[in-house]
C-alpha cells in the first residue's frame, strides 16, 4: 500500500523555465508534507515543507502547494538551474500523532534533469 | 555545526553474518530514526529512538534491531543477512521527533550482501 505517490519517474526541463514535480498522498492523517533532493550514495538534504494548515509556502525559489481535498502536493522551482538536478522526494508524517514519531512515509522519487 | 555522522560508509557482508552501523547525531539532538532505500521499495523507516527508548518502528523483521546510547548515538544491527538486506541506511537526527521537523539526513551506509 503506497500511501505517497510520485508518478512521474523523471523530469526534464531547461534552464530557467519552471520545473513542477507532483506528489499525491492517500492517508487523510498526514498533516505535514517535506519535500527532499538527493543526489546517489548521500543522504537526502531538506528543501521545504508545509503544513496542512496552510496551501501554500514559498522559500526563495522553491515554492510548494498543498490541496488538501485532492491530497496532492506539488513542488515549484522557479527557475530551474542544472545545480538542481538530482532526485526529489515527497514525503508525509501525522506531525501530531503520538505513534508516529521519527516516521516519514516517502514517495519513490522524481529525477529532475535541469539543461543549460 | 557537525551534521549527522554515520559509520561505516561503505560495507560488505556475507550472507548470514551479522552488522552494526553506527549513527552520530548533531550535537543537541536527541531523536534519532533509521531508514532503508532499495531501488525496489524506496526510503522505508525503521525504527525511531528518543533518549534511548524506541518510540516508534517499520514494518522490518526482527532481525533488524536497534538501541540508542545516553549521548544520543544510535546503532542499528542486522543479524542473519540476506541478500535483500543490501541497501544504503540513512540516520536522521532531529532536536525533539516530531516527525520529519528539523530532520537532517547523514549520507548514510551503503551495505552489500553477497
Known amino acids: 500500500d503506497q500511501q505517497v505517490k510520485q508518478n512521474s519517474p523523471s523530469l526534464s526541463v531547461q534552464e530557467g523555465r519552471i520545473s513542477i514535480l507532483n506528489c499525491d498522498y492517500t492517508?487523510?492523517?498526514?498533516?505535514?508534507f517535506l519535500w527532499y533532493k538527493k543526489y546517489p550514495a548521500e543522504g537526502p538534504t531538506f528543501l521545504i515543507s508545509i503544513s496542512s494548515i496552510k496551501d501554500k509556502n514559498e522559500d526563495g525559489r522553491f515554492t510548494v502547494f498543498l490541496n488538501k481535498s485532492a491530497k496532492h502536493l506539488s513542488l515549484h522551482i522557479v527557475p530551474s538551474q542544472p545545480g538542481d538536478s538530482a532526485v526529489y522526494f515527497c514525503a508525509a508524517s501525522q506531525y501530531a500523532g503520538g505513534t508516529s514519531y521519527g516516521k516519514l512515509t516517502f514517495g519513490q522519487g522524481t529525477i529532475l534533469t535541469v539543461h543549460p | 555545526k557537525a551534521g549527522v555522522t554515520q559509520t561505516p560508509r561503505y560495507l560488505i557482508k556475507t550472507r548470514g553474518q551479522q552488522v552494526t552501523l553506527s549513527c552520530s547525531p548533531i550535537s543537541g539532538h536527541r531523536s534519532v530514526s533509521w531508514y532503508q532505500q532499495t531501488p525496489g521499495q524506496g526510503l522505508q523507516f525503521l525504527f525511531e529512538y528518543f533518549s534511548e527508548t524506541q518510540r516508534n518502528k517499520g514494518n522490518f523483521p526482527g532481525r533488524f534491531s536497534g538501541r540508542q546510547f545516553s549521548n544520543s548515538r544510535s546503532e542499528m544491527n542486522v543479524s542473519t543477512l540476506e541478500l535483500g538486506d543490501s541497501a544504503l541506511y540513512l540516520c536522521?537526527?532531529?532536536?525533539?521527533?516530531?516527525?520529519?521537523?528539523?530532520?537532517?539526513f547523514g549520507s548514510g551506509t551503503r551495505l552489500t550482501v553477497v
Open positions: 536522521a537526527s532531529s532536536r525533539t521527533g516530531p516527525s520529519g521537523y528539523g530532520y537532517t
Open positions: 492517508n487523510s492523517m498526514f498533516d505535514y
